[in-house]
Every structure is written in structure tokens, then in C-alpha cells.
């Protein structure tokens, strides 16, 4: 028997599928339909294990889908825009297209090897004009709605690269590709209105049961409601108050000084007439924006020489500073600091020999003992040494103080939100350009819908620091859409979180010209019914896509609120990590063992197994799919993807787990073919026995309550567990096919084998197709219905039947499945275990639950 081919195989079933046009979806409103997408790729150039896992899933459930009779959208695109397109361009000399098309192409042709059950059809690139055309269409609609507006904000710049950066490409202050020292600048930046949908995106995520607790958690708190209030500080010479919030005001009587954030109005009002302050203000700017750093930061302030009066405290005066470790973002972008119960303002006030008293302490300790030393207090307690909240509890504290506050007309109840708006405006060549011009009479003028799209000119250079639109000869300069004067074009382009936050819906109309979207295809499609991803996305790109579905709602595009009804995070693949003995890391294929079993290098040198970690180019413990799939085949690569783990678990690649999963595959390949070849299997469609014997009822009891079982292992994600089945189910068949013929068994080995083949096909569909063909069927399994279990081969001949006496479970028995009630009675009663609690005496009731319970009461 010749050993299974994957190479000839799967491209031969490739090409078939294809030339069926089996993937191929159109919106049918008749019928029920089912949308599952993966996350869309970056065009990198080649596909990583984690591309594998991630589109084995989708690819899986989708064809499930499809043969449960569901009308399937699976489609795929690229999210092709972004820096590390421009990054090609300065260390290649290729321009940014070339770089992305050429990786596209790559990329199509590694993920077709996969077997994938895409609708190609559909495929788009987020850098080409008949995406982002519509994407500038949308922009336009947002302004109309009034969810895009332009203001200044605060940023970090790189000035050798001449360009924003965000937060995570600042390394320790510096620029991540430049090493210059970062500087915090005040720019004029496009917003996308997140914040008007704060409270609907935080009361959404109750009805997104599907989605993992932990990943809804992560956008509760990104949203980040608080409860607290606005607290107005008198300050002393000056007329305007400063108004703090604050989510803990029972905490007010502790506090022991104010503090402003060094982009606060008031700090740069003061820094125009006190050169110190203005330098200590430039200082705090080279710490960069994200609150990590600023955390990590020593806790420094300068002292404005105001004061701010206590709002309940008579004659009590408190010093003002200048802060490095407020942020103007949150709150009011000032705060007052109470030190016992905050490790910020306690480390501050250390270092400034400010007051620290507790006003919350636990409530085992007197407040007469309660002392903090180095360590803010943060727990749970009762108020002390706070007058008229003495001995509450901190909830009811928090009620009291506001309520006072409010009388004296010094503060007010309130809701926070951590959520701010959505910065889209960057300053790179690669991505969409915002449909702005920017006119010296009229001010900042939309471009008319019937101008677009705007194209990104093709002659630029990257040898100029800084933004390549910015220094364009020509591109920029355009005549106002309004008074038809000289005016610019916005040179910056759109953050390319906005490209992925709707490609979703374009899905469903991709090839639509004159509207983004077009109705009837997003009301019968969306909302995606399982997307599949990495957690690293749960928070930004989520989130985004939830204000995207709302802003599209409000343009009047859909009538939805959320995009993806399900949502499924899978785990990182793992791989053990190795150094050679000079220290540098080695990729896995330049390791091998010598005689005694021990890992060498090339030169036959040891090297050092270090841990199990995330596969990193970096740390060198990648595999390539492309070698994986030359070697093995897509569905050696898929079992094993789905066969080792959870899969929203991390799952550690080894070789011994694929050369396992190779083995499975030789062996169903022999099984189904040897089974075929053996002249015992009836004709393709053969009507079934009346009678089966013991041997063959047994066979037909295991597939049908296998088709049970894993049907319910698919629909909940348990891969592992569906792959554990058909691994019984192997064992049972190859078992069976020992036996000499009897009644029936000749047929249901052929049953057997079918759905055997049927099961594994969203698996390991080349396989299947080939062992389909093999057993005489002429059409594509492709295209076949999902196997459905025999209610009657799925119930057990017997059944477990508890035995309670007085509502006590005593013992249990094994009977016959509907079992007459009067027998079943006498075996309860009969049994030596009952008869012990009885102790001869007569029950005075005894209740019979058929199949389940008997209920013996005394």
C-alpha cells in the first residue's frame, strides 16, 4: 500500500474546490447565514505559526458551518497599510506598494496552501484606493455626524525623524527607530468622538456573551467608568477655582497638597512669568506620554508659591505644585494629594516633608495606633480623624462628603470616564490621507465626496526626515473646495487601527462603487458571527470596531450596534529557546542530537535548552509553516494545531508532535484505503441490513455517538477533545475490520469508514477529499451535509439509576434503559446498601424517576 502523498494531494483539491467555486458566497436572504473571520494579516511576507493556529480555527468552523447548511461568508484581506511599509522603503531603496503587493502575493500563495475555505472573491488591501476611497467617504460622514473634530493635543515628537510617535515606539524616552531623545509638543490632531458613545460601549459589553470574560473585563476597564466627584479649591489671590475630580473624596480630610499637571492651563500660564518653572516643565516633557513611564518616573514638583483652601476645613491652606506625574488626559488634569492613602502622593509627600495623615484605617486597628510609614494604605476600612465622617464606612463616607460639598456649593456628584478620544492623525506617507483641505480664508474645508478618492502620490522620496506628503513639490498644493483660493491638503494620514475597524463590514459588499456599504448585504451578513484572534488586539482594535459599528449606525449606513457577536482568542505558540556555547541563539533546525542523545549545534558543540517561550525572531525559536507544509502537508500542520491543546491556550510546537500527527494521517490514509480495497464494502448508497450482529451494533453505537459528541466539541471550541474522538474512533474501526464477517458488519464498516472520513473533513479536508474518493463517491465532500447521529444508537443499552433514601444518596444501580417501574422499585429495595437503612422496617413512600433517581422514603 503506497504511503499518502500530501504535496500532489493537496494542490490537486485545491484546484478543485476552486474550479467548484465551493467557497464562493453570495447574500441570500432565504437562507440562514453564517459569518466567521479571522483578524486580517499584515502582508509581512510570510505566514508564522501563529497565522496557522489562527486560520485553522476559522477554517475549521467554517466548513462545520457550511455543512450544517449554513450560508458561509469566510473572507480575507490585508491590512496593508503602516510604518513598517516606510521602513522597507529607507532600508531597501523599494518604494512602499512594491514592498506591500509583493508581500501580498507571497502571503496569498503561502495561506491557499493551507486549504483555507476562503471566498477569494472578496479579497481586498486596505492601501488601495477602492478601500481607503470609501474609508475618506466615511470620514466625511463621521464630520457630518459629529464625531470628528481637530484640536490641539499633547504628543510625543521625534525631532531627528520629524514625526509623532505612539507611546509604545518611545524606548526609555527615546525614539524607537531614531534614538533621539523624545519631546512633548503641543499639535493640531484629528479626533475620532469615541467619548460620545462612553456609557453605550460599557453597557454593550453585557450583552457579548460570547465574547471571553477576560477580553470584556480589558475594555471595561480601558473604558474605565468612576463614580466620584468635582471638588472646587478656592485658590488665594486669584478668582477662578481649581476643580479637581476625584473617585475618592471621603479621602479629603487627609489631604495635604494640590497639584497640577505640567500641561494644566494654569502651570503654563505661571511657567510665561517664572523661568524655572518653565524649565522644570520642559524637563517633565522628556519623560514622554503613556502612563508607564510616567509611573516609573521619580515623583518630582515644583512649588508655584499658591495656595488652595481646604473646601471643609475653616482657615486651612494647602501649597500648589507643578507636578511630572499628572496627566492633563484624566480627570481634570489636577489633583489634591492625600498621601496616607495614594503611594503617588505618599512618595511625593516623603520627598517635600509634606503632611501624611490616615483618614481610612482598618476597622480592627483603634485610629489612635494607625500609622503609615512607607506603604500608602489602600484597603477597605472606616473613616478617622475626618469631623463628621468619623467611623463610617468608605461607601457611605463617599455619600456624606459629596452631600456636603454640594450644600456648600464647593463640589459635585459625578461620573468619569478614562476612555478619551481617538487621536487618528499621523504624520507618515503610508496610510490613508485625511480628506481635508486646509484654506487661509475658510478655514479647514472637507473635500467634496465626488473628489475622492485621494490618492497617495507615487513620486516620493524617504531620504528627507519626516512626513514624505509634508515635502512633496506638488501633491499638497490644491485650490479650496469652497472659495477656490490657493489652499493645502492635510499631509498627515489616518492611524491604521481606523482601517481595520471597519473592514468587516466592507466585507460584505467589497466590490460596491458607489457607497461604502451597501445595505442589503450588511443587514443580512453582520454581524460577524465568530471572529477569531489574538488577545493582543482586545483592547484598541475591539474597541475601535465597536465605535466604528456606532458611528456607521449614526451615518445611517446599518441599523447594529455590535460587530462581532462572538469572539474567540487563541494561545501563542510556544517553542523551547537555544543558545550555542558562545551565548547566541540558535534557530531550531541548527540543533540536532549526537549519539548519546544530547543537543548540538553544527560543530558538534553542546547548547544550552533554555525555556519554553513564545515563538520570537528575536530569541530565534521560530518554525516556518512553509517548511512544515513542504514537508508534511497543511493537514499534518492543521491536526496537530488543533490536536495539542485548548486552543486558547499557549500550545508548545515540538517535532515530536507533528511527526504523532504524521503518523495519524499514514494511518487513517492506510485504514480507509486497505478497508476500501478489501472487496468487504457494499456499493456507495446500499440500503442498510435489518439486522445487525453484536459486533457490528457495536461499531454503529461508537460513530453515531462520536457524530454526537463532536459536533458539540466543535460548536464549543473544544478541538482537543474532538481530536481525542476520532482518535477512539480509529481504534474502533481498525478493531473492527479484525473481525470476520457477521449480520451487517460489512455495511456498517462502511458507514463507519464514510463518516469517519466526514468528520475529520473541517480537519483535514485534502485527506478527506482523497479517502471520499477512494470509498467511490463521485461529488466533492466539500459539499456534503454534516453527518447526523441516530438518536436511537446514541441512548446506552443502561443507564446509572441513583438510589436516595430519605433524600440521601445511599447507593447506585445499573439497569436496563426504561426500565419497568415495579422492577426497578423491587431493585432499589432489594439492594443490600437500602436494605441496611431500613433496617426492616416498611418505607412509607417509594418515588421512581424513570431512568434517573429512586427516591425511598422512610
Known amino acids: 500500500m503506497s504511503r499518502y502523498n500530501p504535496k500532489e494531494t493537496e494542490s490537486k483539491w485545491q484546484q478543485a474546490w476552486e474550479e467548484a467555486g465551493c467557497f464562493l458566497t453570495k447574500t441570500e436572504p432565504d437562507r440562514p447565514k453564517y459569518y466567521v473571520l479571522e483578524m486580517f494579516p499584515y502582508p509581512s511576507g510570510r505566514i508564522h505559526m501563529g497565522h496557522v493556529r489562527n486560520y485553522t480555527i476559522g477554517d475549521v468552523i467554517a466548513r462545520f458551518k457550511r455543512a450544517r447548511g449554513f450560508n458561509v461568508l469566510h473572507p480575507m484581506g490585508w491590512d496593508a497599510f503602516g510604518l513598517p511599509a516606510e521602513n522597507a522603503a529607507v532600508e531597501r531603496g523599494v518604494h512602499p506598494a512594491d514592498w506591500t503587493y509583493s508581500n501580498i502575493d507571497a502571503m496569498r500563495t503561502q495561506l491557499k496552501s493551507m486549504g483555507l475555505s476562503i471566498d477569494w472573491s472578496r ?9 481607503y476611497s470609501h474609508q475618506q467617504a466615511l470620514f466625511l460622514d463621521f464630520m457630518e455626524s459629529g464625531l470628528v473634530e481637530r484640536r490641539e493635543s499633547w504628543v510625543n515628537w521625534d525631532p531627528v525623524d520629524q514625526t509623532v510617535l505612539a507611546n509604545e515606539q518611545v524606548i526609555d524616552g527615546k525614539g524607537w527607530r531614531s534614538g533621539a531623545a523624545i519631546e512633548r509638543r503641543r499639535l493640531s490632531q484629528w479626533f475620532f468622538r469615541i467619548t460620545a458613545f462612553s456609557e453605550e460601549l460599557l453597557e454593550g459589553l453585557e450583552d457579548l456573551k ?5 477580553v470584556r473585563l480589558m475594555q471595561q476597564n480601558w473604558i474605565g467608568r468612576s463614580e466620584g466627584a468635582r471638588i472646587f479649591f478656592e485658590i488665594e489671590g486669584r478668582d477662578e477655582p481649581l476643580e479637581v475630580f476625584t473617585t475618592r ?19 503654563a500660564e505661571l511657567a510665561e512669568k517664572d523661568p524655572e518653572l518653565k524649565h522644570f516643565i520642559a524637563e517633565c516633557d522628556r519623560l514622554g506620554t503613556s502612563e508607564e513611564a510616567i509611573e516609573k518616573a521619580e515623583k518630582r514638583g515644583y512649588d508655584t508659591g499658591l495656595r488652595i483652601r481646604h473646601p471643609l476645613i475653616a482657615g486651612k491652606t494647602l501649597p500648589l ?55 500608602a494604605y489602600t484597603g477597605d476600612g472606616v473613616l478617622c480623624n475626618s469631623e463628621f465622617l468619623d467611623d463610617l464606612d468608605v461607601p457611605e463616607a463617599k455619600r456624606r ?7 456648600y456649593g464647593h463640589g459635585k456628584g459625578t461620573v468619569q470616564f478614562r476612555l478619551r478620544d481617538w487621536g487618528i492623525s499621523r504624520q507618515r506617507y503610508w496610510g490613508c490621507p485625511i480628506p481635508v483641505v486646509h484654506c487661509p480664508d ?7 465626496k465626488e473628489q475622492l478618492p485621494i490618492e497617495l502620490p507615487r513620486d516620493v522620496t524617504f531620504e528627507t526626515p519626516g512626513n514624505p506628503l509634508d515635502h512633496h513639490p506638488s501633491w499638497k498644493h490644491t485650490q479650496c473646495p469652497q472659495c477656490g483660493t490657493p489652499a493645502q491638503r492635510d499631509t498627515d494620514t489616518m492611524d491604521t487601527f481606523v482601517d481595520s475597524s471597519w473592514y468587516f463590514a466592507r466585507f460584505c459588499s467589497p466590490r460596491a462603487e458607489a457607497t461604502p456599504l451597501v445595505r442589503q448585504d450588511v443587514d443580512y451578513w453582520l454581524p460577524v458571527d465568530q471572529y477569531v484572534g489574538g488577545i493582543e488586539h482586545a483592547i484598541l482594535h475591539l474597541l475601535y470596531s465597536r465605535f466604528f459599528t456606532r458611528g456607521l449606525r449614526k451615518a445611517g449606513y446599518l441599523n447594529l450596534e455590535e460587530p462581532f457577536a462572538g469572539l474567540f482568542t487563541q494561545g501563542m505558540i510556544c517553542h523551547e529557546t537555544y543558545r550555542d556555547a558562545d551565548g547566541h541563539w540558535l534557530w531550531p533546525d541548527e540543533v540536532h542530537r549526537d549519539p548519546s542523545g544530547n543537543p548540538v549545534d553544527s560543530q558538534e558543540r553542546p547548547v544550552t535548552v533554555g525555556r519554553v517561550e513564545k515563538m520570537s525572531k528575536s530569541k530565534r525559536n521560530t518554525v516556518d509553516p512553509a517548511d512544515i507544509i513542504d514537508s508534511y502537508g497543511a493537514d499534518t500542520a492543521r491536526w496537530f494545531m488543533l490536536s495539542d491543546s485548548p486552543p486558547d491556550r499557549e500550545m508548545e510546537w515540538t517535532d515530536a508532535g507533528i511527526e504523532g500527527a504524521w503518523r495519524f494521517v499514514q494511518r487513517l490514509w ?14 456507495v448508497g446500499a440500503p442498510a441490513p435489518k439486522d445487525f450482529d453484536e459486533t457490528a451494533l457495536e461499531l454503529r453505537r461508537n460513530v453515531h ?5 463532536l459536533t458539540g466539541d466543535i460548536e464549543a471550541f473544544h478541538f482537543n477533545k474532538a481530536v481525542a474522538r476520532l482518535y477512539e474512533l480509529t481504534n474502533h474501526l481498525s478493531s473492527a475490520t479484525s473481525q470476520a464477517d457477521g449480520k451487517g458488519l460489512d455495511w456498517a464498516l462502511r458507514e463507519a469508514c464514510e463518516i469517519l472520513v466526514r468528520l475529520i473533513a473541517p480537519m483535514m479536508p485534502h485527506l478527506s477529499e482523497e479517502l471520499w474518493r477512494t470509498l467511490g463517491h463521485a461529488s466533492l465532500l466539500a459539499e456534503q451535509n454534516w453527518p447526523q447521529a441516530d438518536p436511537a444508537l446514541v441512548e446506552d443499552e443502561t443507564v446509572t439509576i441513583a438510589v436516595q433514601v430519605n433524600g440521601k444518596l445511599r447507593t447506585k444501580l445499573q439497569q436496563p434503559r426504561d426500565c419497568d417501574q415495579d422492577l426497578l422499585r423491587e431493585a432499589a429495595l432489594g439492594d443490600e446498601t437500602v436494605q441496611r437503612y431500613l433496617e426492616g422496617r416498611e418505607p412509607r413512600k417509594v418515588v421512581v424517576v424513570p431512568n434517573r433517581i429512586v427516591n425511598v422514603v422512610l
Open 705 to 709: 455517538k462520536t457524530i454526537q459528541g
Open 442 to 448: 475658510c478655514g479647514a474645508v472637507p473635500v467634496p
Open 249 to 267: 473624596p471621603d479621602t479629603l480630610f487627609g489631604a495635604s497638597f494640590g497639584a497640577l499637571s505640567p500641561h494644566h492651563p494654569l502651570a
Open 321 to 375: 505644585y507643578v507636578a511630572n506625574f499628572i496627566l492633563l488626559e484624566y480627570g481634570t488634569g489636577a489633583i489634591f494629594g492625600c498621601p496616607a492613602h495614594d503611594q503617588r502622593d505618599l512618595d511625593f509627600a516623603r520627598r517635600y516633608g509634606l503632611d501624611v495623615l490616615p483618614v481610612v484605617r482598618p476597622r480592627e486597628v483603634p485610629g489612635a495606633e494607625w500609622t503609615i510609614g512607607n506603604e
Open 210 to 214: 460570547r465574547w471571553p470574560e477576560k
Open 670 to 683: 492506510r485504514l480507509v484505503r486497505e478497508t476500501a480495497a478489501s472487496d468487504r464494502l457494499p456499493p
Open 401 to 407: 462628603v459629596i452631600g456636603r460639598l454640594e450644600e
Open 123 to 131: 479579497e481586498f488591501a486596505t492601501c488601495h484606493p477602492g478601500y
